[in-house]
C-alpha cells in the first residue's frame, strides 16, 4: 500500500474548513484545529485504552496522528466526573491559547464540545460511540446526547 500525503492533506484540510463552519469560526481552520485537538485529547483521558484504540479504528489517517500526538496510554486515567471539570481539561491541553480559544465562561467551550462530538459522527459508527458514552462517568453522558445515535 503507497502511503498518498497529499491525499490526506487534502482530505484534513477539507475536514478543518467544514468543521471551522460548523464550529462558526469562518476560515479560522487554525483555531478549529486547536479546539479539535484539545477536545479529543481530554476525551482520551476518560475513556480506556481500549476503546481509544477502537475509536483510532474507525478515525481517517488524517485525524488519527492528531488523537495520538503526545498520548501516554499508561497514564493513569483523570478522575474527572463533571461537565466543568471535563471543559477545564479541555482547556488546559489546549494550552496558552485556551482564553482566546473558548473565553473565560463555559458556554463557548460547551457549544464546541457539542458541535465536536455531533461532527464526529460522520466519522465513527452509531456502535461506537454508543460504547464511549457507555464508558463516560454518569454526568458525563450527556456529552453524547441520545438524539446522535439516530
Not at 466526573?81 to 494550552?95: M, N, R, T, Y
Amino acid at each position: 500500500m503507497a502511503l498518498n500525503f497529499n491525499q490526506y492533506a487534502q482530505e484534513g484540510n477539507t475536514f478543518l474548513n467544514e468543521y471551522a463552519k460548523q464550529l462558526g469560526m469562518g476560515k479560522d481552520t487554525e483555531k478549529a484545529g486547536r479546539i479539535f485537538v484539545s477536545i479529543m485529547h481530554a476525551l482520551r483521558e476518560l475513556i480506556s485504552v481500549e476503546e481509544s484504540l477502537q475509536l483510532i479504528a474507525q478515525l481517517p489517517t488524517f485525524l488519527k496522528g492528531a488523537y495520538v500526538n503526545g498520548w501516554n496510554p499508561k497514564k493513569k486515567k483523570s478522575g474527572i466526573k463533571h461537565l466543568d471539570e471535563f471543559i477545564e481539561l479541555v482547556k488546559q491541553f489546549d494550552g496558552r491559547s485556551a482564553i482566546h480559544d473558548y473565553g473565560e465562561e463555559n458556554d463557548l467551550a460547551e457549544t464546541y464540545i457539542d458541535v465536536t462530538f455531533l461532527f464526529l459522527r460522520k466519522y465513527v459508527s452509531l456502535g461506537e460511540m454508543e460504547d464511549i458514552r457507555n464508558e463516560l462517568p454518569k454526568d458525563l453522558k450527556s456529552l453524547i446526547y441520545s438524539n446522535l445515535m439516530f
